[in-house]
Structure formats: structure tokens, C-alpha cells
């Protein structure tokens, strides 16, 4: 196993990331993986350094899915740092047979880079998670295929609790994953899975149509220029299911969102869920007048958050009693009322 020592220049690259250098980028296919994401060879804007990524890219066990795997992570980290602004070496990937830029997806690489994030992201900060690859479910645990031993749901759990950012999303876009739903589910915590149940064990389509959304207009359902995490959901389940049709076969998979805590996953935005993946972009909004200002920009990312909280217990009314429902939006509702009042007279001592 590669150390922590041998990472990217800078002191705090060395204190806080992996021994493999992130922004080594594969130039062989670079022109196609770049027309496949949509996106220019420069990136639009700075890159957030509050975002953060790593993808898991696991066993193929035959060379058809070894390729395709591949394939889907170059792609997927291309459109991460090349279009949606994540900064290159905040992004991680771990493969199966890793080339320049990457570690191998062994259990130890992925304690790891999970472990380098408890230390490197703030609470403030967005971390997301993607698994490419197949997984498996014996009735009782499941697990996502890596090289060697593999780890189980509950391993991930105790490694995703532990970042101290408030702000996770998990795409599990691998066989069986609807399994990890209920064990990963937390409050402001975005689940995606693949399958609804660890009996859907064939190899999925709906990763390749998920990473196609993030550099999709396609996708953008409200045509704000900006991806949701919701809106890449509903544009690749709606693939997925048309390359089933189209093809005359019976749907193997069907995804599933949970962003309410609550651990039921459905495959439409209903019950609670959606609100929360609907407010999580991959990308950076644009802050013009206070985009040098931290301060204001931690203020209006908790105000977005405490509003999406707002809206998930509104769709969860029906499940509460009545006195509990009200005691949680009352808090929320002063809390938000703070974070106005604060980001208001923050904007007004800037201008």
C-alpha cells in the first residue's frame, strides 16, 4: 500500500491527501472523454476547494465489464474536474488496475482516502461517493466488489459517519446496492443506489446514463444550467428504463433515491424524499457580489441547507405526531430566520 508521504506539492497537500498524484490526467482518450462529458477543455470558473470526490471503480471479474469500468470512471472524474469545478486534487479514484492519477480499490486504499478526508473537509464541505463495479448481498450483508477482501455495508457506514462534513452524497451505481440504502441512511445524507434490492444482481446500465447526465443539457429539467443531484436521479432512471423497452427485455434494475434519513428508498421523488438531492448540485453556484467573502458563502450554503430541511419535514408531515412536527419546523424556522439576519447585515457591512 502506497504512504501518505508521497502526494501532491505543498505542505498542506502532503499533511492532508494520498500518496498517488490526483491531477495527473490521462491523455489518450482525453479529446473523447471531453466530448462524452460536454465540456471545454478549461474548466468555466475556479475550483471549489469545498468539494470533494473519490470513486470507487472495483472488480470486473471479465474483461467486457474491466473496460467499461474504466471507461465510466475516466469519465466520471473528467466531468467532476473539467465541468462541474471540483478541484483535481480533491478528486480520488481507485481502480480495479489503476493507471497514472489513481490508486488500486482494495479495502486498505479505501480506509484510506476516506480516512485523509476525515482530516481534510470541513463541516461545511460537500463530499461525494461513487461506486462503479458489482456488488453482492448474501441475505444478510452487503458488500461492493473491490480487489481482495471486500468491505461491508456497515464498514462504509462507520467510515462515511466519521467525515465531519454535513453534506454526503453516495452514488452506489453497482449490482445489489439497493441494499445499501437503510444501513447508509443519516439525516442531509443523499443516498443513490442502482437496484432496489440485493436480489437485482445483473450488471446495471443505469451508471453509464447517470454520468451522461452530469455534462447532459438533456438532464437539466428546470434549465437553470446546473445539474442536480435529483435531476441526474430522474434522467438515468428514465434511460435506464427506455434501454430496456427499446431492447424488449425485462427491467433488471430500478433505482432508488432516500435524502430524508429515513433509510426507505423510492424511485421517484415521493414520501419525503427528493427535496434535499433537489437543492444538491455537482457544481459551484456562481456568487458574484460576495464570492471573495467566505463568511457569507458558508452563511448562504447553511440557509440553503436549512431551507431543504424545511421542505423534507414538510413532505414527512403525515408520519409525525403533530406536537413533533411543529417542535422540529420551529427550529428550523428560527434558525433560518438567524441565518438571514446574519447573511443580510453581512452583505450590507460589505457593501
Known amino acids: 500500500m502506497r504512504h501518505l508521504n508521497r502526494t501532491l506539492p505543498g505542505a498542506i497537500a502532503c499533511a492532508l491527501f494520498l500518496s498517488w498524484s490526483i491531477c495527473a490526467q490521462q491523455q489518450g482518450n482525453a479529446r473523447t472523454l ?50 462541474l469545478g471540483f478541484a483535481s486534487e480533491q478528486v480520488w479514484l481507485l481502480a480495479e488496475k489503476p493507471a497514472s492519477g489513481a490508486g488500486q480499490a482494495t479495502a486498505a486504499e479505501v480506509k484510506q482516502v476516506l480516512g485523509a478526508l476525515q482530516k481534510a473537509v470541513k463541516a461545511d464541505g460537500k463530499v461525494f461517493v ?7 448481498y448474501d441475505g444478510q450483508q452487503a458488500k ?7 468491505l461491508t455495508v456497515n464498514q462504509y457506514k462507520e467510515l462515511l459517519d466519521a467525515l465531519p462534513a454535513k ?39 443505469f451508471s453509464e446514463h447517470f454520468i451522461a447526465a452530469l455534462g447532459s443539457s438533456a438532464a437539466d429539467a428546470d434549465k437553470n444550467n446546473r445539474i442536480s443531484v435529483l435531476e441526474a436521479f430522474n434522467y438515468a432512471t428514465k434511460l435506464t428504463a427506455e434501454t430496456y423497452k427499446s431492447a424488449n427485455q425485462l427491467a433488471t434494475e430500478h433505482a432508488l433515491l432516500d435524502d430524508n434519513g429515513d433509510g426507505v428508498g423510492h424511485q421517484t421523488a415521493e414520501a419525503g424524499d427528493g427535496a434535499l438531492a433537489r437543492e444538491t448540485y455537482f457544481d459551484s453556484a456562481a456568487q458574484p457580489q460576495i464570492a471573495s467573502d467566505h463568511e457569507s458563502l458558508r452563511l448562504t450554503a447553511e440557509q440553503k441547507r436549512v431551507e431543504s430541511l ?34 443580510k447585515s453581512k452583505n450590507k457591512i460589505g457593501n
Open 34 to 83: 471531453r466530448a462524452y462529458v460536454g465540456g471545454a477543455d478549461e474548466k468555466s470558473g475556479p475550483a471549489d476547494q469545498s468539494k470533494f470526490a473519490v470513486i470507487i471503480s472495483g472488480a470486473s471479474g471479465e474483461a467486457i465489464f474491466a473496460k467499461q469500468f474504466a471507461n465510466w470512471s475516466e469519465k466520471l472524474k473528467l466531468a467532476l474536474i473539467e465541468k
Open 130 to 136: 461513487f461506486f462503479i463495479g458489482h456488488g453482492t
Open 144 to 150: 461492493f466488489n473491490l480487489v481482495g477482501p471486500d
Open 167 to 205: 453534506s454526503v452524497v453516495v452514488v452506489n451505481m453497482a449490482s445489489a446496492s439497493g441494499e445499501f440504502i437503510k444501513p447508509l441512511a443519516a439525516p442531509e445524507r443523499v443516498l443513490i443506489t442502482a437496484k432496489r434490492s440485493g436480489q437485482e444482481q445483473n450488471a446495471t446500465r
Open 310 to 343: 424545511i421542505q423534507s419535514l414538510k413532505a414527512r408531515k403525515a408520519q409525525l405526531a403533530a406536537d413533533e412536527y411543529y417542535a422540529q419546523l420551529e427550529v428550523l424556522f428560527v434558525d433560518l430566520a438567524k441565518l438571514t439576519r446574519e447573511l
